[in-house]
């Protein structure tokens, strides 16, 4: 049978069960976008700027577990998306990147968008790869979603040269089959040793979870209720373990976490961490130690021991393991003191943040009434800024899949883009961009696709009118700020621009009004702009917290230059 690359690569994105695509279409793809336009089960969606087109396919995946595809035109195309490329590798977030490639079938030089954009795309994916004949297409691409999926999940990009797009190829379909899939390795032989200094009657062990320990679901819980230990996660493994529980002890256990945190991992004897690398960002700048010995469990036995030394590395699949783990565990009977620290820390945390007084709007009673007027399916998403940190310590989440932040890349601008795809994956959830006023600028026009594609979320604009993640810094650690300062604009004119509504929440007092208004609009399937006054003066405990590790880091002549001419200026001006 005769088909074009085009029809094929439909095909192949279709039995891959990927339901949309993000990007703009080029002539080098028109005939792929063509295709599409036939396929029942692929919508393409066009974003207005191609880094979306990533952020896009990342929150689809995050908020579904369902993996999307990023269809861009060689070079300029490729370039744009690359930030949300760059995002979903560090992040652990598979993607399917599809490419196109200039023709191969003249030998001409000087091509329309011609750069060696595998080598650009290499360092920021799993693989890179072109496709060299008609025939490979097909199974190349299912070979590329799977391997996406593998393991440490990724992107992948596939480069389709043009001419494969555009020419007809012999191809067999009655032949197409689904890619075998690889082993998982379950990390048996470890069992017994783990299990073993888990079970020690002395040991008081400390739960360590990441995005990875996801796979593992409820077991989780079974796994925390026997070693009758606190649990931490890291920032993107936010929700994988229900923070209503009592066990639940922070989003992290160093500097960067509240004091009663801290004391409470202190007083562990080993930890166990699973799915997670002891990033940077996660660590506040490793601004954490493991308590006792670490015992490692990650799917890539590149991690364990790369930054913290570990007692017991063990390269495994975090559900396989702990579904192994848990029956061999001794029960433990609750321990009603842990229990009261981790509960009336957690009251102090509120006491602090609530007792935060201001004209303004003030973060925790705008999350909360984020959480509690919008239900607990809703979707967060955040950006790199003041309002991911602000997020992760004034949400409490029950599930993994409801908190989306670019965490390891740290990338400004996701979370608008990654609110949309995550609508389009989960209609039934509310969704909510956290939005920095400095972030808006980067990809709030994609506000435009959420009105053509009818997506009902609402953007939070958090105005400061400054890069306060960085201001802050500035300020604390410099006592100036410099090009942090935001010109001023107005969000609620942009939105009126591309056809949304906007809404202005000034004090705490109007939030359960705008909120209703938010709902009303969401559910007829319009986007919304909240332009929020929100009072940043109250720092968090992770920039707090992160400073002084920083500061305490430095060689002593640097912190005593950094503290004299912060005085200085504090005094002199
Ligand atoms: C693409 C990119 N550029 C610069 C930065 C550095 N950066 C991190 S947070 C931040 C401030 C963001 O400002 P805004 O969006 O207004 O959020 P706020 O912190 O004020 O809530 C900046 C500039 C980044 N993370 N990503
Ligand atoms: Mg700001």
Same mark, same amino acid.
């Given at each position: 049978?005769?088909?074009?690359?085009?029809?094929?690569?439909?095909?192949?994105?279709?039995? %891959?069960?990927?339901?949309?695509?993000?990007?703009?279409?080029?002539?080098?793809?028109?005939?792929?976008?063509?295709?599409?336009?036939?396929?029942?089960?692929?919508?393409? &969606?066009?974003?207005?700027?191609?880094?979306?087109?990533?952020?896009?396919?990342?929150?689809?995946?995050?908020?579904?577990?369902?993996?999307?595809?990023? @269809?861009?035109?060689?070079?300029?195309?490729?370039?744009?998306?690359?930030?949300?490329?760059?995002?979903?590798?560090?992040? @652990?977030?598979?993607?399917?990147?599809?490419?196109?490639?200039?023709?191969?079938?003249?030998?001409?030089?000087?091509?329309?968008?011609?750069?060696?954009?595998?080598?650009?795309?290499?360092?920021?994916?799993?693989?890179?790869?072109?496709?060299?004949?008609?025939?490979?297409?097909?199974?190349?691409?299912?070979?590329?979603?799977?391997? !996406?999926?593998?393991?440490?999940?990724?992107?992948?990009?596939?480069?389709?040269?043009?001419?494969?797009?555009?020419?007809?190829?012999? &191809?067999?379909?009655?032949?197409?089959?689904?890619?075998?899939?690889?082993?998982? !390795?379950?990390?048996?032989?470890?069992?017994?040793?783990?299990?073993?200094?888990?079970?020690?009657?002395?040991?008081?062990?400390?739960?360590?979870?990441?995005?990875?320990?996801?796979?593992?679901?409820?077991?989780?819980?079974?796994?925390?209720?026997?070693?009758?230990?606190?649990?931490?996660?890291?920032?993107?493994?936010?929700?994988?373990?229900?923070?209503?529980?009592?066990?639940?002890?922070? @989003?992290?256990?160093?500097?960067?976490?509240?004091?009663?945190?801290?004391?409470?991992?202190?007083?562990?004897?080993?930890?166990?961490?699973?799915?997670?690398?002891?990033?940077? &960002?996660?660590?506040?700048?490793?601004?954490?130690?493991?308590?006792?010995?670490?015992?490692?469990?990650?799917?890539?036995?590149?991690?364990?021991?790369?930054?913290?030394?570990?007692?017991?590395?063990?390269?495994?699949?975090?559900?396989?393991?702990?579904?192994?783990?848990?029956?061999?565990?001794?029960?433990?009977?609750?321990?009603?003191?842990?229990?009261?620290?981790?509960?009336?820390?957690?009251?102090?945390?509120?006491?602090?943040?609530?007792?935060?007084?201001?004209?303004?709007?003030?973060?925790?009673?705008?999350?909360?009434?984020?959480?509690?007027?919008?239900?607990?399916?809703?979707?967060?998403?955040?950006?790199?800024?003041?309002?991911?940190?602000?997020?992760?310590?004034?949400?409490?989440?029950?599930?993994?899949?409801?908190?989306?932040?670019?965490?390891?890349?740290?990338?400004?601008?996701?979370?608008?883009?990654?609110?949309?795809?995550?609508?389009?994956?989960?209609?039934?959830?509310?969704?909510?961009?956290?939005?920095?006023?400095?972030?808006?600028?980067?990809?709030?026009?994609?506000?435009?696709?959420?009105?053509?594609?009818?997506?009902?979320?609402?953007?939070?604009?958090?105005?400061?009118?400054?890069?306060?993640?960085?201001?802050?810094?500035?300020?604390?650690?410099? @006592?100036?700020?410099? !090009?942090?300062?935001?010109?001023?604009?107005?969000?609620?004119?942009?939105?009126?621009?591309?056809?949304? %509504?906007?809404?202005?929440?000034?004090?705490?007092?109007?939030?359960?009004? &705008?909120?209703?208004?938010?709902?009303?609009?969401?559910?007829?399937?319009?986007?919304?702009?909240?332009?929020?006054?929100?009072?940043?003066?109250?720092?968090?405990?992770?920039?707090?917290?992160?400073?002084?590790?920083?500061?305490?880091?430095?060689?002593?002549?640097?912190?005593?230059?950094?503290?004299?001419?912060?005085?200085?200026?504090?005094?002199?001006?």
């Amino acid at each position: 049978m005769k088909l074009t690359g085009g029809a094929i690569v439909a095909r192949a994105l279709e039995d %891959e069960g990927i339901t949309f695509t993000f990007g703009i279409p080029g002539t080098h793809n028109i005939e792929l976008y063509d295709a599409l336009a036939e396929s029942n089960g692929v919508r393409p &969606v066009l974003v207005t700027d191609e880094q979306s087109a990533s952020f896009m396919a990342d929150g689809h995946w995050r908020a579904s577990g369902r993996l999307a595809c990023v @269809n861009v035109v060689p070079g300029a195309g490729l370039t744009h998306a690359l930030s949300g490329i760059a995002e979903a590798f560090m992040d @652990n977030i598979p993607l399917l990147v599809l490419g196109c490639g200039i023709r191969q079938d003249i030998p001409k030089a000087y091509q329309l968008h011609d750069i060696d954009q595998l080598a650009v795309v290499r360092p920021a994916t799993k693989a890179a790869f072109r496709i060299e004949r008609g025939e490979d297409l097909y199974p190349e691409i299912r070979r590329a979603c799977s391997l !996406a999926r593998a393991g440490t999940p990724g992107p992948v990009m596939v480069e389709v040269p043009v001419d494969l797009y555009l020419h007809q190829h012999d &191809v067999t379909p009655e032949r197409w089959c689904a890619p075998p899939r690889e082993a998982v !390795a379950t990390g048996a032989e470890a069992l017994a040793r783990v299990a073993a200094s888990l079970n020690d009657p002395g040991a008081r062990p400390l739960l360590y979870l990441g995005l990875g320990a996801a796979r593992a679901g409820p077991e989780l819980v079974a796994l925390a209720e026997r070693l009758d230990a606190p649990v931490a996660t890291t920032f993107q493994g936010k929700g994988v373990f229900p923070e209503s529980h009592p066990l639940f002890l922070w @989003n992290g256990f160093g500097a960067a976490a509240p004091p009663f945190a801290r004391e409470v991992a202190r007083g562990r004897s080993v930890t166990l961490a699973v799915g997670c690398r002891f990033s940077e &960002v996660g660590t506040g700048s490793y601004g954490l130690e493991p308590p006792g010995p670490l015992i490692h469990v990650d799917i890539d036995s590149r991690v364990p021991g790369r930054n913290y030394p570990v007692q017991q590395a063990v390269t495994a699949d975090a559900a396989a393991f702990i579904n192994g783990l848990v029956p061999l565990l001794t029960p433990r009977r609750p321990n009603a003191t842990l229990r009261q620290a981790i509960a009336a820390g957690h009251q102090q945390v509120w006491k602090d943040w609530l007792s935060h007084q201001s004209e303004r709007v003030t973060p925790a009673r705008l999350l909360r009434g984020l959480q509690d007027g919008l239900g607990p399916e809703t979707i967060f998403t955040t950006d790199s800024g003041n309002g991911t940190f602000l997020a992760m310590e004034c949400l409490r989440l029950e599930r993994q899949g409801k908190f989306l932040a670019p965490v390891d890349y740290s990338c400004m601008g996701y979370a608008v883009p990654a609110a949309l795809g995550a609508k389009l994956a989960r209609p039934d959830c509310a969704v909510v961009a956290l939005a920095g006023d400095g972030a808006l600028l980067m990809t709030g026009l994609e506000l435009l696709t959420a009105v053509q594609q009818r997506l009902g979320v609402a953007v939070i604009v958090l105005r400061d009118r400054e890069l306060a993640q960085i201001s802050q810094f500035q300020a604390t650690a410099l @006592n100036r700020k410099t !090009a942090s300062e935001l010109a001023d604009y107005d969000a609620g004119g942009i939105a009126a621009a591309l056809g949304v %509504e906007a809404l202005s929440l000034e004090h705490d007092g109007e939030i359960a009004a &705008v909120l209703r208004r938010v709902r009303e609009i969401t559910a007829a399937g319009r986007p919304v702009l909240v332009d929020v006054a929100i009072d940043y003066s109250r720092r968090t405990y992770f920039t707090t917290g992160v400073v002084k590790t920083n500061l305490l880091r430095l060689p002593w002549p640097d912190r005593l230059r950094f503290i004299g001419r912060a005085l200085t200026r504090r005094v002199f001006g």
